[in-house]
């Protein structure tokens, strides 16, 4: 798994090897991007932990020094000390859980089998009186108690059997008390990410399940599991599923069968009823592999742009905090603000009281943007060309020429992969490297989809003909902040051709200013290439807020958070400390480094 953290994989390397103080470029602040791969086995040696990372850093100068940081770095090092224990606590846990849950089903068939044997030894469904003492059943059952609700039969029984199952097997095992996670929250380049990486990256040979989320990827992963899921349920519930195999072979009539099948098909619909759950499993574990230890789930950017984030959020987050799992999680507002438009109260509520019980929150209260303090000496080579005029489109045009021929490889049309089964064509590309401009991948039916498969499949991207933003094509803009979102997670290479310098791309025009950027279009295996019909035209979408909600819910805060966000890592991506990363932090790179 490719996991984003710029220099903190540069500078735990460092650490490990004693060259940290040979490096020749000087960071007075970056965002600690490292891409962790679980398959580390623990006898390797660890990274350093985030407080001797942080000091370090501090002391060669490699960071400026700041309290709020310093503070938060200290949690993480806590945190961290404990989670070794936890780890060998959950191991235990799970492999009391695995024999208890195989007792408890050996149970539940046993007392199957014993119902089904009285059943076929009866010949309940075979006596010639059967069928008149059915009715006579049925319709005593409607005089004594009305018409009941269908399947109430089928509920008591289901749950008379769990009763005794439950007395048989024994208490459930007792879950350990989890460390608390953490939750920082803060401006924009105050430095959240890179703390949360720091930690992130000295988890590895700890734990063994762990996962690092962006939001737009952590979305679209929640979305595929519950389409998959759906799928799942509706060919488990065919007689020839697999839940049904051992029933095949019994020495028992087809209608002791059936009633075995039925009983079955219900325990099963009874477990698939939360769908959520069962995304909350896939999340982090694949169940399909032998489960053991502790979680950690790492979730950058936190966000409630929508109804669907949510309800799946506050299910996902809820179940697997209720199962053990450690969040560390950032983002721009403390969890009680996320939902300033007061969508799915209720829900929400839950979500926010399980992150009070089971997080820290730690502002990083920091006003200072330290990408803009990046050193950018040593820059041999522009990056960012403004404004559109024939000058830069020919130097434009003569690096892109200059990064093909030292690929060696003549670019061509191709189509990459993207979620849910579709391809996205790209113009021209080879090696790596692709062109666009700016309105084939944001004038159209677009979305976070189709940036993360660019951003995986190509290191280096040119994009062209960038506008000012304005309310006219607020539309586009929301679509390039979540490319640009991209493109920074997964470290790409980024050449840009625009008609304003970066501080003032999202300025607007005389048209006026833009609307919040920050809610992405997310999109569906259903919906085909469409995106979500844009809430600002239409007012209102489902359950979410009605349009004086989406009024105030994008003409405040928000939208400059997602426009301070996209001009603070634009600056970033110019840097040299980034531009050093990128061979290594890549996953492109990542993978060649890996065979």
Known sequence: MRVITSATLLLCRSLSDGTLGRRSCT???????????RSHSSGERRNPGPLVLYKRMVKDGKLQHDIFQEKVA?????????????????????????????????????????EAELRQKDGEWT???????????????????????????????????????????????????????????????????????MFYSATEGIVKHRRRFHFHEAMLEIHEHMHNAWKNKIIDRS???????????????????????????????????????????????????????ATILCFDEIQTVDVFA???????????????????????????????????????????????ECCQK???????????????????????????????????????????????????????????????????????????????????????ADYIAIARNYHTVFISDI???????????????????????????LFCLADASIEDLFEGTDEGTLFDLESFQFETETEGVKLRRDVLTAGSVGLGPTSTGIASLMSGQEEMFAFRRAVSRLIEMQKPLYIEGVHLLHPMYQQHGHL
């Not at 072979?249 to 759950?277: A, C, M, S």
């Not at 909350?280 to 399909?288: E, M, P």
């Not at 987050?317 to 560390?328: A, F």
């Not at 000012?468 to 803009?477: L, Q």
Request: proline share 4%; glycine share 6%.
């Open 467 to 493: 506008p000012v933003m304005s309310m006219r094509i607020r539309d586009k803009a929301r679509r390039f902040i979540t490319l640009i979102d991209e493109l920074y997670n997964h470290h790409c290479c």
């Open 310 to 356: 949510i309800v799946a959020l506050s299910g996902i987050l809820r179940s697997l905090l209720s199962s053990g799992t450690i969040l560390v999680a950032t983002s721009n507002r403390a969890p009680e603000d996320l939902n300033q438009d007061g969508m799915q109260k209720e829900i929400f509520q839950k979500l926010v009281s399980k992150l009070d």
């Open 239 to 293: 007689l020839h599923s697999r839940f049904f195999n051992w029933i095949h072979n019994l020495p028992f009539d087809l209608k002791v069968k059936e009633w075995l099948i039925g009983e079955e098909r219900y325990k099963q619909e009874t477990r698939e009823k939360h769908i959520l759950h069962a995304v909350a499993d896939k999340f982090l574990v694949d169940r399909q592999s032998a489960k053991s230890g």
């Open 74 to 114: 200290m949690e993480f090092e806590d945190l961290l000390l404990r989670l070794e224990h936890y780890e060998k606590e959950m191991e235990e846990y799970h492999k009391k859980l695995a024999n208890w849950e195989n007792v408890r089903e050996n149970e539940r068939r046993r007392l199957m089998l014993e």
């Open 127 to 197: 006596r010639p009186n059967y069928r008149e003492s059915w009715f006579l059943e049925r319709w005593m059952l409607r005089r004594r108690r009305g018409n009941p609700e269908p399947g109430v039969g089928r509920m008591v029984s289901y749950l008379n059997r769990e009763r005794k199952i439950d007395s048989l097997a024994g208490e459930r095992p007792v879950l350990p008390q989890a460390p608390k996670g953490i939750y920082l929250y803060g401006n924009v380049g105050s430095g959240k990410t890179m703390l949360m990486d």
């Open 362 to 448: 730690i502002s990083v209260g920091s006003e200072i943007d330290y990408r803009r303090l990046m050193p950018s000496e040593n820059s041999n080579q522009v990056r960012y060309f403004w404004p559109l005029n024939s000058d830069n489109c020919r130097e434009f045009d003569k690096i892109w020429k200059e990064v093909i021929s030292q690929s060696g490889v003549k670019p061509t049309f191709n189509a990459i992969s993207v979620m849910f089964g579709r391809v996205l064509m790209v113009p021209e590309s080879c090696s790596g490297i692709a062109r666009f401009n700016f309105n084939y991948l944001c004038g159209r039916a677009t979305g976070a």
């Open 27 to 37: 960071l007075q602040s970056t965002r600690a991007r490292c891409y962790c791969d």
